[in-house]
């Protein structure tokens, strides 16, 4: 899996403040899991022109951090999250933005900070050569009744069909969605529906590297 990491303060303490937290990442990471900065704060500031702020908005409900940024802005904040990743042993060059949304400005400051690759809603980019693999990232719809149920058929439906077809298949989860017994059971069943389709789990990370070897 490649996972999604928050360093600054979201929902409560920041990562450098939850040192058991950084020590599980570590594991995962050993393991193979591929760690990714998410930003920093998950929060989306007044920066940026109302068009960019307006569609961070409604695409993101509050969370595009990055949708609207100059590249001094991008700057400052991953100068900040790189400095806490670093000191938590988790480095890394892959980026996600909150809400799959970035600034062609923060595009550049990702690629001036040294981030090798990031994703959207369609696909991963590799930010050396600029090379994307195209694949949407199925999500659930959390909140309840048959709305949540259709979205979650939907997704095992997509993912199963798009296995089939040979497509890069993206299954994204948010940490709310595992405290949803029903939403649990359709990624399961998502996953297990793409392998038996002959499907390889993989990371973003190992996904942009096979490009360029």
């Known amino acids: 899996m490649s996972l999604l990491v928050i360093p600054g303060p979201w929902r409560g303490a920041g990562l450098a403040e939850r040192p058991d937290y950084a020590s599980f990442l570590r594991e995962r990471r050993a393991g193979g899991d591929e760690i990714m900065v998410h930003g920093w704060s998950h929060r989306a500031g007044p920066e940026g022109g109302w068009p960019r702020r307006m569609v961070g908005r409604a695409v993101a409900r509050g969370a595009a951090e990055f949708?609207?940024?100059s590249t001094d802005e991008a700057a400052a904040k991953l100068r900040y999250a790189n400095a806490?990743?670093?000191e938590s042993g988790l480095s890394t060059t892959g980026f996600t933005p909150p809400g799959w949304l970035a600034s062609p400005a923060?595009?550049?400051?990702?690629?001036?900070?040294?981030f090798s690759h990031t994703?959207?809603?369609?696909g991963a980019k590799d930010l050396r050569t600029g090379r994307r693999h195209r694949g949407f990232a199925l999500s659930h719809r959390p909140g309840g009744g048959w709305s949540e149920r259709f979205g979650a058929t939907m997704l095992v439906t997509a993912a199963r069909r798009n296995a089939a077809h040979g497509g890069l298949v993206r299954l994204a989860l948010h940490p709310d969605d595992?405290?949803?017994?029903g939403l649990r059971d359709a990624t399961l069943r998502?996953?297990?529906a793409v392998?038996?389709?002959g499907a390889q789990a993989t990371t973003y990370a190992d996904l942009v590297g096979s490009a360029v070897d």
Not at 106 to 114: C, K, P, S, V, Y
């Open 67 to 69: 949708a609207a940024l």
């Open 84 to 86: 806490v990743m670093a």
């Open 106 to 114: 923060a595009e550049q400051a990702l690629r001036a900070a040294g």
């Open 119 to 122: 994703t959207d809603h369609f």
């Open 178 to 181: 595992l405290h949803r017994p």
């Open 190 to 192: 998502a996953i297990d």
């Open 195 to 197: 392998l038996h389709a």
